[in-house]
Structure formats: C-alpha cells, structure tokens
C-alpha cells in the first residue's frame, strides 16, 4: 500500500515562516485550511507540493475569490473534507464516506476521532494570537488509515 505524507497548515495570515515551511518540506501534499491572508503564500507552498485550499473569513480579493469555501480532497484511498470554520459543517463526514475533517479559524490545534473519522485543526502558522502556540500539522495516510501529529513552531 502506497503512503503519503500530507503537510497541513492554515491560518497564516498573511505570514509563511521559514520554520512551518521546513516543518512541511518532503509533503507530498499540503492542504491549507483558510486565512491565507494573502495570495504570495500559495506559490510557495505549491514549491513544495500540490497544494489544496480553501477560503477563510480574512481571505478577499481577487487572488481569494478563485478559492473554495470547502473542497474534497482524495489521497490515496482516504476521503478528506476540508473547511476553515468546523462550525460551518453542514455535512455528515461518516455517511458520506470521509475519513477525516480538516478545519482551522480557532488557532486551537486539536486532533481527535469521531464516529470514526479524524478531525484535525493544524493550528495557527501566522502570527501569535492570545497564549496559542504556532502549530502545523502531518498526517501519513497508508491506504484508508490516517495517522496525524501537531508540529510544533519555536519562532
């Protein structure tokens, strides 16, 4: 069985650092969850791997207007639904075949399962908010299993 690893980040905000691009180099895709912040970010992380991702709440303009507010992103055998805001999900992730969620908008970064699927906010890669830490996220994908760990940024 083929396996993958997927870099997950979201809410820069406008800020790539150096260390979540070093934390997601070797991806063979990354998935951004939303707040971009600004559209120079997207070419960078395509440098490092296909890049899937959707639109959040600071994401405007024309650049922002070609993203999704949720997409489906298929890797291997698994099934990912990919959001920025969790409370906008207006779907059944089980019964409609997903094995995992990936939300951002609260800069909590969490990993948990339910029904089943994994449901994954990678944090905020952007500036600090409040007493968060910087995060991003991995997930390694073997068949329809997925396994994910939170990378934490020091900068």
């Known amino acids: 069985m083929e396996l993958f690893t997927v870099g ?5 905000h406008g800020l790539l650092r150096a260390e979540a691009l070093e934390a ?3 991806s063979d895709y990354i998935i951004h969850t939303g707040d971009v ?3 120079a970010i997207l070419p960078q992380l395509e440098a490092v791997a296909p890049t899937f991702v959707v639109r959040g709440n600071v994401d405007y303009g024309p650049w922002a207007q070609a993203l999704p507010l949720t997409r489906t ?3 291997g055998q698994c099934r990912l639904y990919v959001l920025h805001d969790l409370q ?6 089980a019964g409609n075949g997903y094995h995992a969620v990936l939300s951002g908008h609260s800069h909590r970064p969490r990993i948990e ?3 089943g699927v994994l449901y ?3 944090g905020s890669a952007g500036p600090r908010r409040f007493h968060l ?3 991003v996220a991995r997930l390694t994908v073997r068949g329809t299993e997925i396994e994910a760990e939170l990378v934490r940024l020091l900068s």
């Open 120 to 122: 994954l906010n990678p």
């Open 113 to 115: 399962r339910r029904n």
């Open 24 to 26: 997601i180099e070797g």
């Open 73 to 75: 992103v298929e890797i």
């Open 8 to 12: 997950v980040i979201g809410d820069t």
């Open 37 to 39: 912040g600004d559209g």
């Open 133 to 135: 830490p910087a995060t």
């Open 88 to 93: 906008a999900l207006q779907i059944d992730p």
